[in-house]
């Protein structure tokens, strides 16, 4: 249960302030140019989220794989991690030029931040 949390605060992040200037995302034109031919990368996780609407990777050694869309201004993604189903999820999505941000909860929640490696 303890692995299980601490992947959970890895993948959904820490509210916290940040000294740095990110810029919303407001369309998915936007989202792919930064997203389309890249890996996210955190600390144990590597997600790709390609622009046929999946995203597939490994967190803490197990598979993910989900499905995405554009809603309203966010990113509203479904996950697995392994066979645990993470739900649906609508997501801010802001980028300062290194880093893409999700917020979790339509901006409410918990970030998580994501370095860019080009595949």
Known sequence: ???ILFFLFLLIGVKAFSNEKFDKISNEVDFLEIVDGHTL???LIKLVVQNDGSITGKAAFRAVNGNWS???QLFCRTLFWGE???GLNCQLVEYNGEIIRFTADEG???FAD???EKN
């Open 1 to 3: 249960m303890k692995f």
């Open 41 to 43: 990368i955190r600390p």
């Open 70 to 72: 554009w809603d309203n």
């Open 84 to 86: 645990r189903d993470l």
């Open 108 to 110: 409410a929640g918990a």
């Open 114 to 116: 994501f370095t860019i």
